[in-house]
């Protein structure tokens, strides 16, 4: 039986250049989608999977993040002393218990790879989940509790794949797949970035994983690949076929909150995902399409 899955790491030492200038002051994970930071979906995410332990790697002047997932006694008391139950609820529902957040600095932007192997330590040598903040995930069951329910059953590397469009595959990591019943597919390698015609599919990773430690020994070399940079989907290859690495086909839409365009999508795909916005909101679309 593959061990429990524990502890999730999130890469945010970004300097979330794209969106400048909103993010001169405020990190790009604290942007707002609809009436949550970006990065306070991913933890909510993380929580209904049972993770128990957040690490982020981030970056100097990127405090806001940790400090958001704190109690914050001086609000809370005056919200309690005003009645005001609902946004106290609010407040404490965004906050993880004491000592579950870990903050690990990384100091340059070596890539993604580089970014998990921070979290080396405060890892340790069990199964940890990796969740990249800009790809928000819509779903009925919280994505990363489906890679963990398929973690317990085939071990190894588990990560969230889709289908992309073959001229995209040079965004992404994607799977030289060795299996496929449709839901999961077993992979024999992984390309990072590949251009569309020397892709070995069109598969590709978004930024949901379950990874076993023995990454880490890999992600010790340090070696650099697309971009001059440590990749941490060169990483996950070198360690096959020791571990087996699936990719899963996942329940729900992915939203890409890397991009300006991407982002606006997201705000408009979850507020219209909330009963409370969506009967307004819906005939004001319409009217903005109609112009
Ligand atoms: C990273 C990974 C890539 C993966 C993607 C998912 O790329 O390197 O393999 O497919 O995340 O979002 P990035 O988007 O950071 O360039």
Not at 61 to 83: C, D, Q, R, T, W
Request: charged share 25%; net charge neutral.
């Amino acid at each position: 039986m593959a061990m429990r899955v524990r502890k999730a790491v999130l890469p945010v030492a970004g300097l979330g250049t794209r969106f400048l200038p909103a993010t001169k002051v405020i990190p790009k994970e604290m942007l707002p989608v609809v009436d949550k930071p970006v990065v306070q979906y991913a933890i909510e995410e993380a929580r209904a999977a049972g993770i128990e332990e957040f690490i982020f790697v981030s970056a100097d002047g990127k405090e806001s993040i940790a400090a958001h997932f704190s109690a914050h006694p001086v609000l809370e008391n005056a919200l309690e002393s005003k009645n005001k139950s609902a946004e106290l609820k609010l407040v404490r529902d965004a906050s993880v218990p004491p000592g579950a957040v870990k903050v690990v600095i990384q100091r340059e932007p070596l890539g993604l790879g580089h970014a998990v192997w921070c979290a080396k330590e405060l890892v340790g040598r069990e199964p940890f989940a990796v969740i990249l903040p800009d790809d928000m995930v819509l779903s009925q069951t919280s994505c990363l509790k489906q890679l963990i329910d398929a973690h317990a059953q085939v071990g190894g590397h588990v990560v969230a794949v889709e289908d992309v469009p073959r001229e995209h595959t040079s965004r992404y990591g994607i799977l030289d797949v060795a299996s496929d019943d449709g839901r999961l597919a077993k992979a024999r390698g992984l390309v990072e970035k590949p251009q569309p015609d020397k892709a070995p599919s069109t598969l590709a990773i978004i930024g949901r994983y379950i990874l076993d430690p023995s990454v880490f020994d890999e992600l010790d070399k340090h070696t650099r690949g697309a971009g001059n940079e440590i990749q941490l989907t060169d990483g996950l290859n070198q360690t096959m076929p020791r571990v087996a690495f699936h990719g899963l086909r996942f329940e729900g839409t992915r939203y890409d909150c890397g991009t300006r365009v991407g982002f606006v999508e997201a705000n408009v795909a979850f507020a219209l995902a909330n009963p409370e916005l969506a009967p307004s909101l819906r005939p004001l679309l319409e009217r903005l399409l109609a112009k």
